[in-house]
């Protein structure tokens, strides 16, 4: 019986010292990355990089722009402006772009017909490049104007903006002051 007690405590002996050699080769292996944790919530949640890293509470995104991939993509928005004929102007991103989408979106348009026209230009206040067709709305309608990189609306080259360029929605015709509601959109992408 002595010779099978000692047995059973050498097996738990032997057992013990592989489970202690087992877990302190573990919380070895993981010292460097605790610690690279800890340096990282120490350094207010910076990466590698040198970016400060954070979080949104909610699914909007408060700015214009977004890195995905090494990829830049600009946005704008904004209302309508009223007793103007430029409806809106959204400045494009500081590096050359491509217009992958702009819209107005008219809830009401103005108390006359107007023809709206979405250009590309240097300044906010001019529409030196038209994008697509001129858009006929009439007195008091709702209408959505897009433009797009589809081939199929648009000539060549239109949709490619130089850096800090205007995509601009302008009005004319009707008699009387313009006072539409609504939206106005743009999203670009980088050629950075």
Not at 72 to 87: E, K, P
Not at 106 to 113: N, V
Not at 164 to 180: D, E, K, L, M, R
């Amino acid at each position: 019986m002595k010779k099978q007690q000692i047995k059973t405590l050498s097996l738990w002996t032997i057992i013990c010292l592989i489970g202690i050699i087992a877990v302190g080769s573990i919380a070895l292996a993981f010292s460097g990355n605790i610690q690279n944790i800890e340096n990282f919530y120490e350094a207010g949640a910076t990466g590698t990089s040198g970016q400060e890293l954070g979080a949104l509470a909610s699914p909007d995104i408060p700015y214009d722009w977004l890195r995905v991939g090494g990829v830049l993509h600009g946005y704008g928005h904004q209302s309508l402006r009223t007793a103007t004929t430029t409806l809106c102007a959204i400045q494009s991103p500081t590096s050359t772009s491509t217009l992958v989408y702009g819209s107005a979106k008219f809830d009401t348009s103005s108390t006359t017909a107007m023809t709206v026209v979405m250009a590309q230009s240097a300044t906010a206040f001019a529409t030196t490049t038209q994008i697509g067709s001129d858009y006929l709305i009439g007195a008091d309608a709702q209408g959505l104007m897009v433009a797009s990189t589809s081939p199929a609306t648009l000539g060549s080259g239109e949709t490619i903006f130089a850096p800090s360029q205007w995509f601009v929605v302008s009005a004319s015709g009707g008699t009387g002051t313009f006072s539409p509601t609504g939206t106005c959109n743009a999203e670009w992408i980088s050629a950075d």
